[in-house]
């Protein structure tokens, strides 16, 4: 079974599958396929995390995540306002999960802030660990869509209009976007004649081509010209990190399989480890005194989050000590049944033996990110892979003679120094993708991830909870009304009852309510597939994408 946020995603990943190839087959031909279909939420000039189950054994995780140019530094990102005033102090708690404007926007938009890519990187490792066909024959359904083009739906036009001012200027986006200065109506085809030429050149060429070849030259050049900060020299550096077991920790006897570092999948762990100290089994969906229970514990881990998170080799943040059972029961005690309370960072460094350095970075913030797709794959071994692909949300910048979009990946880091996500040369910055896949006494019970950029985490977790805590199947699980929230208000979906929403309220929260059939921003999109017994279920969301699941 393949589920993919595009039909043809779905089709191509599930003809794979039909041919004999494993899951790990079928998610890299589908990724490489989604950049085509979605350009603007993933693809070649982007990143991603891909979690694996090998049946057999041997599976593990790839951290595929975009690295900021060695010539990264908050110098090159001048703020708008300027420093006068602004706290940088090292105060532990996190309030503002936000940073300021950058001037002209340059790290949000442009040659400037586009990132070291890393896609081509990982799904081509991701092969050579664990799959059974060639980079050449995974990219060949992506090379036909690319040269040929596919029909566009609704929610693409739509980026398009809105996106408009953006990728107007840039010429090369331009001509392949805006055909004769309008954008592609519903129903009209999108071609990417370059973007194809690009995927034979990697085909014929393999990673070399795209890190240490033609291609790398030709990006680097054009972002050169045009004032960005990468250079061949990045490309040529740039390694995925391959975690050989990619075990997060266990929740209620389901062992979690996922993403460690400056990811979202440490965060997932913390919230399901402070609610493993509650029993919740059994428990209501609407029941305030529950969810009450889970925006705690939300908030806690999103204070830890984004005081301690950043790239540990650039800080020596302490992120594995935020999936530790007893820190998580520790962080628990904090909480109050009855009344909202102050989500401040807690203490993680004792739980990994270490006392924290004096001058250990402050707090940083959290970036918009909106630009993502989500693939989950079980194959007829019960091989699985759950895959998140991202460009952030794009830069806007198409190079001419390569035709792909190009993420805005230095996005993710902060531009105020001394922070623990500052922007720095060739770091990874903390980013919002969190790829699982659920065991049962090393039975595979699950694949799930989601899109939708700062939610993700918050929608997986609570996917999680659903359906393991409340018994529901996977499907309900992530179509079921959930909340998001950081710090502060509290979005609440529309669709609970209004006892729910009360009793929130009189437990002190402050509700803002978005119904997501109108709105998708405060929420996410999961999918997945659940293992149920002999049978695969697919779980679908699609509120803004064309999600859908096939299988055989």
Known sequence: MVVAQHPLGTEIGLGVLQRGGNAVD???????????????MNGIGGGGLMTVHMA?????????????????????????????????GSSRYSRNFAWPKVKDDMLSSGYKSIAIPGTVAGLSRALDEWGTISLSDALQPAIKIAEEGFAVGAHFTLSLVSGRGLFLRFPATADIFYPGGYPIPVGGKLIQKEHAETLRTLAAGGPDAFYKGEIAEKIAADVQANGGLLEVSDFAQYTPFLHRHGM????????????????????????????STFDLVGTNHGDPAVLHLIIESIRLA???????????EKTGAPIGALTVPVYGAERAKSIDRTKA????????????????????????????DDGTTHISVVDKDRNAVALTQTNLYLSGVVNP??????????????????????????????NNMTPLILLKDGELRGALGASGGR??????AQSLIHHIDMGMSLQDA?????????????????????????GLRSRGHQVTIVDPRYDVAPYAEPNGIAVDGGELRSAVYPVAKLTVAAGY
């Open 341 to 368: 309370g102050p989500a401040d960072a807690g203490d993680p460094w004792p739980f990994e033996g270490r006392e924290m350095p004096a001058d250990f970075p402050g707090p940083a913030g959290a970036a918009a």
């Open 56 to 88: 057999a054994g041997g599976g593990g995780a790839i951290d595929y995540g975009m690295q900021a140019p060695g010539r990264a530094t908050t110098d090159e990102f001048p703020l708008e306002g300027g420093m006068e005033g602004m706290d940088t």
């Open 401 to 430: 003679g390569v035709g792909v979009m190009m993420n805005n990946g230095i996005g993710w880091s902060c531009p105020i120094p001394g922070t623990v996500n500052t922007i720095a040369p060739h770091a990874r910055a903390l």
């Open 478 to 502: 992530v179509q079921a009304p959930r909340i998001h929230v950081e710090d502060g208000d509290v979005m609440v979906d529309g669709r609970f009852e209004h006892d729910t929403i009360n």
């Open 248 to 275: 997060l920790g266990e929740y209620r006897g389901y062992e979690v399989m996922g993403l460690p570092g400056p990811t979202s999948g440490p965060t997932v762990m913390e919230i399901l480890n402070i609610l």
């Open 26 to 40: 079928a998610a890299v031909t589908t990724g490489f396929a989604m950049g085509v279909l979605q350009p603007f």
């Open 302 to 312: 999103a204070a830890d989050r984004f005081t301690w998170m950043g790239d540990p």
């Open 455 to 460: 939610r993700i985490w918050t929608s997986v």
